[in-house]
């Protein structure tokens, strides 16, 4: 008999119900959760799952497309200035339309890396882990806003954070902050140590960025209310200058560190001193921040709240905070003392699914692989488009941010939508998807309803499935 | 009802078929025939045909359906042998005079049981047993050599076959409608949080709308006029498939029908407009997956049935004439003791139109229903 705790697992932890998760989760659901988080098995996931799209790809493709331009505005400027050539207005688009294909190609590319993902997700036999990929994705969220980051922003979850959920939380903080994406979007590749030599050189027309600095102590690490100041912040900006992105297509394309950007001497952040040094100061500093009881306690309590409840019981965040503590901050054994917690396990589902939760879990539920409008506008139409937050802060994580008028308006529209794409018998899908959650009421209207349509949108719309 | 491939051949229908109109002309010039449309209407939800096409003469309807019929009494659109058609069928009514518009009385599919989903997907399958990924009109379209149609997002079952049909949906998704509102209402009646979530959305939507006048909504008008220029610029699509909800009438019948024909009544004038020349080569069939029951229930509506009306219409149409044959409303003339009792099968009818208006032989047609034969009636002019 399968027990209402392997539906909790699957729903509130993963994506949803199908018969191989039911049959995985079974009789111990928490030990499904934590073998995902197993360095093998991650790797072995990921391994299955080949997504092509990758930073250096998407640097090099921009080196080439800022060269095209350059060339092309020089082509057109020739073709202007020789009026008696015929042929110049089309030599002129042909040229245009060479550096435009790239960027096309860029764009198409990093939406296909998102699409991979999300299908990858509906389907996959790990989704707890897929589930802790996208929270830190969010939690370390950039924006796909311009040319640079709407190639690269995709990159950063796929190389920062998916490689890095079973481990120390300081090896995903330093592979997130030395990442182009994070690099580009909070502008530290442009932040020049006064002192620097590069800085000196530059007399004072180039110098400190303080943006990347303040959001990993802000959002990333210690929180608002931890008690940092501005010095805090400034010294933590001085230490991590340097930290850029090799634009050169031919060579690295990729992380540099800038010896001539960075600042000298010694740092003092956040009541701990650094000795003077080159990256490792920057590395030094995130590895004790990522280890700090605030960072513990502010992210732990992000965990439970994603995962759990909007109001997070102390007592799931109190004992997180002591694994960090023990462990160091071995996010295996972190998310354990979530997992191991009874009140994560209560009965009534608490969260209000996000857009993206509800579109995959939908999916899941309904066999659907394809959508049309394709998964990101889909979700661009719920209100949740990947790498779109428009702030470092990320998407909300809780109901009143998702279930505005508005909003719950749309999500009726588009689930009536996608019930088109359903194939399946509605029962048996709302069935197979909640199990004994199913409402007795939920399954009359679902009866009831007047067409296979109809049903489907009843169900995708009740409460329990709205809810995990 | 429904009669093997044996009878058919053995029953000297298929001599009628080849002779009751000549169609080696036709034949020798296929494309005229291509351009002959066929739009389908599928009315999911299952329209009440005792409200629609109103047996006047029965002496005992009146005595069953007095609540329903008052209301609309003094303003019913006459048609022959005693029927009438619903005030809201305006466009429908004008068409009948002038010879464009015939309903049929007292149809089924040949599904007996009362599941709109199961119904509706074996009536878009057109076999006895449903299959999922053979549908009747594109096995039709596929014998004629043409493709088909539809105005949806996905292929309709019904357009499932062994060619590709086409769809076409506005990318703006359909604004969900009252009945659908309304059932959520109930879904959520134990859940205080769920429903004020939703009336906040539902108040928060008509204030929008009133703002903006006019939201465009691709409602069924808006879609059948879509569907006509679609038909006129495609050369080979040769049939399209329009569907439209709202017909589970379960209470309230009097009004949400006076609404829901008229509505159809008038997406079928849009799709005539859009259609232009074109309308007088069109036979739209309008069929609804089974009927409901003949008595009123306890919330002013009816409940699931079994026969029901179809509509057939177009320029290409014998109309004013309402065919089917009726089979009386007292208690023993019912379908277990409760439904109108089906007389011809839907796809009989439909067969009558693919054999008249697209030339399909005995042969094509029994590969398109293997399990009825086509009426003996003219139904195309």
Redesign the interface.
Known sequence: MLSSQAFIAANRFGYGADQTILEQAGTEPKAWLLQQLDVANIAKELASFDNAWSSKTAIKSMAIYRQKKKQDKVNAKKASMQPSMQAAPDDEKMMMLNSDSIQKQMNKSAAKSINLTIAHQITTQNPFYWRLVDFFSNHFSVSASGQIMRALAPTLENEGIAPNISGYFSEMLVAVESHPAMLIYLNNEQSVGPNSKFGQRAKGKKGLNENLAREILELHTLGVDAGYDQSDVTELARAITGWGVDNNAKKNAGFTFRAGFHEPGKRRVFGRSYKSGGVEQGIAILKDLAEDPKTAEHVSRKLVTHFVSDQAPQEIVDQMVSIWASTKGYLPKVIEAMILHPLSWSETPEKFKTPREFMISTCKACDIKRLRPDFIKSLTILGQKPFAAGSPAGYKDTQEYWAGPRAMMGRIEWAEHASKFAKLAPMEIATGALGPQLNKLTQLQISRAESKQQAVTLFLMSPEFQKR | MSIGRRDFIKGGVAGWVLTQAPMANAWAKASSVKSKKIVWVML???MDSLHSVLPLADPNYMAIRKDFVEPIQNKLLPLQQGYALHPSFKNCHQWYQSGQFLPVVAVASGYRERS??DA??QMESGLNATD?ENGWLARAVNELGGHGLAI???VPIALRGKMDSQTWFP?H????ED???G??R??????Q??SE??E??????DMLEMNEQKRKRPDFSYLAAQCGELLNLDDSASCAMLEL????T?NNQVGRLNRQFKILDEGLAQLKESLGEAWKDTVVLVTTEFGRTVKINGTKGTDHGTGSAMFILGGAVKGKQVLGEWPGLSDSQLFENRDLMPTTDVRSWKASVLHQHWGLSAEQLLRVFPDVKPMLKTVVA
């Open positions: 999911r939800g299952a709109h989903f509706q997907d999922y949806s997002q996905t990318s998704f359909t604004a969900s009945d659908l509102l059932r959520l109930k879904l959520y009646a134990n859940n949080e769920f979530l939703l906040s959305a539902i108040t928060s939507r909800g709202g017909w589970d379960h």
